[in-house]
Structure formats: structure tokens, C-alpha cells
């Protein structure tokens, strides 16, 4: 009797929430890099998740005014020792750069998610004035002296992230 063993391929959920589409673009760009099959899925649209499903969890959103989307925050809080358990990737899409975007991940993901984390960056991020609502278009036309949308997606970052969770 032969017996006959069947091989299950690593499976991957990039789950994420996203306000104006940029950490969905992202999260796409990523999904491709990847060698494992990769499901997307927006908290926002879709909040139940089964993390049993999968093998590694990459976990994205975008900042605003410093803090990451409310629903992946919550997310984590209620699942981190479920999110311990698996191999783990975090990102947030931003405008700040350098040491400021290491104080944002900092600051929106815990300690012992980071720590347990395979990878830990920023995907750059965008100001698209034509999805913005009117006060939040108003303080960011004051910031950046500008009205022109600003598009700083940084692909070899997301290229890099892919590559440490295909090792």
C-alpha cells in the first residue's frame, strides 16, 4: 500500500485597512512579490478574519495624523497572542520618513508584535487631495503648500519586504 501524502503550500493573508486606496495598492504590489499564495483582505470592508487559514499574517494601514487606521488597531489588540502564534510581517503606508516613520511603527504596533515580527517598514504614502474630505484637504494644502496629489510609494521597500518572507 502506497500511502499518499498531501503537501499544503504555505499560505499567506495580507490583511489591511485602508482610507483612500493606498495601502490596498500597496498590499497588491506586495501580494505579487510574493512566492506563497497570498490572500488580500481589508478589514474594513471584511473584519471577520481566519487566521487559522493561514500559515504568516502581513499586517498594513495607512496613518493619519500619526495614528494607524482605528480598525487595525483594534485588530491587533484583540488578536495579538493569535498573531504571536504566526510568521508576521507589519507595514504602514506614511508621508514620514526616516526616524519619524520608526517612531510611527513604534507607535501603532506593540512591542511584541514588532519583536515577533519577520519584517517591520514603511511603504511610503501618498496625499491624494481628490479623496480627501474638505477640512483634512484644507490642513494638508497648509502643510505641504500645495494642492497637487503627492505619490512617495516606496516599491523597493515592499520588493524588500516580500524578499525577507520568501526566505
Known amino acids: 500500500m502506497i500511502a499518499c501524502v498531501e503537501t499544503q503550500m504555505a499560505k499567506t ?11 490596498h495598492a500597496c498590499a497588491e504590489v506586495l501580494q505579487k512579490e510574493l512566492k506563497a499564495d497570498a490572500d488580500l483582505q ?8 481566519d487566521l487559522g487559514a493561514y500559515d504568516t499574517i502581513v499586517l498594513g494601514g495607512s496613518v493619519h495624523a500619526g495614528r ?9 489588540i484583540a488578536n495579538e497572542q493569535a498573531l504571536l502564534q ?19 511603527l513604534e507607535q501603532n504596533y506593540s512591542k511584541a508584535l514588532r ?3 519577520l519584517v517591520v517598514d514603511s511603504f511610503g504614502g501618498e496625499f491624494l487631495f481628490s479623496k480627501m474630505g474638505w477640512i483634512t484637504r484644507k490642513m ?3 502643510m505641504s503648500k500645495g494642492d497637487e496629489d503627492v505619490h512617495n510609494i516606496r ?9 525577507v518572507l520568501n526566505r
Open 155 to 163: 516599491e523597493d521597500a515592499i520588493k524588500a519586504f516580500a524578499e
Open 86 to 104: 504566526k510568521r508576521l510581517g507589519l507595514f504602514l503606508c506614511m508621508m514620514e520618513e526616516g526616524e519619524g516613520a520608526v517612531r510611527q
Open 42 to 49: 481589508n478589514l474594513i470592508e471584511q473584519p471577520n478574519v
Open 68 to 76: 494607524a487606521n482605528g480598525k487595525l488597531r483594534k485588530f491587533c
Open 140 to 142: 494638508m494644502k497648509m
Open 13 to 23: 493573508l495580507i490583511l489591511y485597512a485602508t482610507k483612500h486606496g493606498t495601502t
Open 115 to 117: 519583536e515577533k515580527a
